[in-house]
């Protein structure tokens, strides 16, 4: 079955170094993997996208690898700040015939960035 | 961006009852999903609602239990019915505007069943 693997660990990391989280799947074949950043009491909400046939993605201080030949997905936020802390989510999607996505959440990984 | 605002943003229910959670995007869509969220698990897709239609139920998920209405392109409603406190959760609408913009959710709610 697929199965997307996130470390559900929490991730500590100082204010200014890179945080790395990083996404594992199996018997997956996605069109696209999606991050996504999610607060306490809040819903998530939609950071980068990249598909199958791209390396890297980056906006602004995140960057986003998509190997699928490891089929996983790295997602870098350089220069961390304590606002930066939250759980991060990824989510494999694969587009249907109507051009739209079903995409398959990961638990997420909670990083806590310490000042 | 877009907006979703969603209600109740929490609520203690008795178990029986019903809970209708109401969603209202500041655009027309066409296509609305409502997930649930379990302590320490996923974000699991409960339906896909199309203005319309009937909406479309993920394995697991049966419209006895979660009827969902879509009237229109900005909004629509997920009942809780029949509770029990395995359904204390939190509950998610969202949208898709595109095939490349990602989900936009509304904040949740917060159920807790007792």
């Known amino acids: 079955s697929q199965k997307i693997e996130q470390n559900s660990e929490a991730l500590n990391i100082q204010e200014g170094k890179t945080a790395t989280l990083t996404c594992n799947y199996t018997?997956?074949?996605?069109?696209?993997l999606q991050w996504y950043r999610q607060d306490p009491g809040r819903g998530p909400v939609f950071l980068l996208l990249i598909r199958e046939n791209e390396k890297e993605k980056r906006k602004e201080r995140l960057k986003v690898t998509f190997d699928t030949t490891l089929k996983q997905s790295l997602f870098h936020i350089t220069a961390s700040q304590p606002a930066d802390s939250a759980t991060y989510l990824c989510a494999l999607g694969a587009m249907n015939s109507g051009g739209y996505q079903k995409v398959t959440f990961g638990i997420g990984t909670k990083l806590q960035v310490i000042p | 961006s877009a907006v979703i605002s969603q209600k109740p943003s929490r609520d203690i229910c008795q178990r029986g009852t019903s809970l209708t959670i109401q969603c209202q995007v500041d655009s027309q869509v066409t296509m609305m999903f409502w997930y649930r969220q379990q302590p320490g698990q996923s974000l699991t897709l409960i339906a896909t609602?199309?203005?319309?239609?009937?909406?479309?139920?993920e394995s697991g998920f049966v419209i006895d239990k979660f009827p969902i209405s879509r009237p229109n392109l900005t909004f629509s409603t997920l009942t809780v019915s029949n509770m029990s406190p395995e359904d204390s959760s939190i509950y998610l609408c969202?949208?898709?505007?595109?095939?490349?913009?990602?989900?936009?959710f509304g904040s949740g709610t917060r159920l807790t069943v007792v």
């Open positions: 018997n997956y074949s996605p069109a696209y």
């Open positions: 969202s949208d898709q505007r595109g095939p490349t913009s990602g989900y936009t």
């Open positions: 609602a199309n203005q319309g239609s009937e909406a479309t139920y």
